[in-house]
């Protein structure tokens, strides 16, 4: 008797080279793993040992040789250490600006933002009637040929002002951006990895701006019980530390990194999970973890006013859902009458995209 042997269909697999497949799966392990690639080998080595990756003519150890020999990782013949190389790099920023893209091309949620048409840089699908002031590389003439023939025949070719038809363009203006990202210690607490969708963010956002708008420019800056910039050749190696959450620290840092860009529009990105907890008194740190302090938060807030001055909204991705946090949050966010996502790690990529997007176009007259 004749059987049948059926297996999961995996469209995506379709066409792929064994290789291919499990580089896509390495890629998201280095993330997980901040870039070590022994670490991510042994997690790949035990995926195969369940789900059978591999097969008898393409084993792991092919795997890796091609890996070699392609520069995605490098060998120490010293000491026999393995890393990632700037193409592995390049290539984890990519592969979560298609996650995240792809995320945002599927999913039919709101927040959409509506924009005024005008004069500038991208072109917009629609088109209009001819006004009074209109320029004439405005004019779409394919349309407004189409519409003289519709409205007088063809025979006698005649355009007329009310046959003109105006291509609208969106103007995108230039950015400067920071990113804020909380590496405390609560980023990893109560079972739920948050560091990662974070890290994905920004590798993300950085290969947008840096293969989309090459003449804006993004700041990483993190914090913890201090602040510092990370350049985007770390992201994957970002990890979390024993660290309590100095906001101050990271929003007086940001500013400065700001004041430098010549930029006309700048905008802060700030993602955390928790509550300012410290504050950097001279030489001291002065710390409570077990509650909004008033010291730690009046800082906040004068930075956010001052942030407002300057003309620099902030907008906060809180990945959490307390109550009284969400409180200082819209407090802090009013103050500087920027923005506050209470934003879910499945949903925080999209919600960054759009955001960023829509500050990218500004209304021209």
């Known amino acids: 008797m004749k059987g049948y042997l059926f297996t999961g269909f995996r469209p995506e697999d379709e066409g792929k080279s064994k290789f291919d497949q499990l580089l896509e799966i390495f890629m998201q392990l280095l993330t997980y793993t901040n870039g070590d690639v022994a670490e991510a080998l042994q997690w790949l080595n035990q995926l195969d040992r369940e789900y059978e990756l591999t097969n008898s003519e393409y084993g792991m150890g092919d795997f890796i040789d091609d890996l070699k020999d392609k520069g995605y990782i490098d060998e120490n ?42 004069q500038g840089d991208e072109i917009n699908p629609e088109t209009r009637p001819y006004r009074f002031g209109d320029m004439v590389e405005q004019i779409d003439f394919t349309e407004s040929i189409r519409n003289a023939q519709i409205n007088h025949g063809i025979d006698a070719f005649n355009l007329r002002e009310e046959d003109l038809e105006i291509r609208e363009t969106d103007f995108k203006a230039q950015t400067s951006t920071v990113l804020m990202i909380d590496i405390s210690h609560s980023m990893i607490l109560y079972g739920e990895d948050r560091i990662t969708p974070a890290k994905k963010v920004a590798m993300a956002l950085s290969e947008l701006i840096t293969t989309k708008y090459p003449k804006d420019t993004l700041d990483i800056v993190v914090f913890g019980n201090d602040a510092w910039p990370v350049e985007i050749k770390d992201l994957p190696y970002l990890q979390v530390g024993p660290y309590h959450t100095n906001t101050v620290a990271g929003l007086e840092l940001a500013i400065d990194l700001l004041r430098r860009r010549r930029n006309p529009n700048k905008q802060i990105f700030m993602i955390t999970d928790g509550k300012p907890t410290c504050l950097k008194l001279g030489k001291r740190y002065y710390k409570n973890s077990f509650g909004l302090d008033r010291k730690i938060t009046t800082r906040c807030l004068n930075l956010a006013a001052q942030c407002k001055k300057l003309k620099i909204p902030i907008t906060t991705f809180m990945i959490a859902s307390d109550p009284y946090l969400q409180r200082f949050v819209n407090e802090f966010t009013e103050t500087n009458q920027g923005k506050a996502y209470f934003a879910s790690l499945d949903h925080l990529g999209a919600f960054i995209f759009k955001d960023f997007e829509s500050g990218k176009r500004k209304t021209v007259y």
Not at 106 to 117: A, I, L, M
């Open 77 to 118: 013949p010293g000491n026999g250490s393995i890393k990632i190389t700037p193409k592995t790099e390049q290539g984890i920023r990519k592969r979560s600006l298609e996650e995240i893209f792809g995320k945002l091309k599927k999913t039919r949620q709101g927040n959409h933002q509506t924009f005024k048409p005008g």
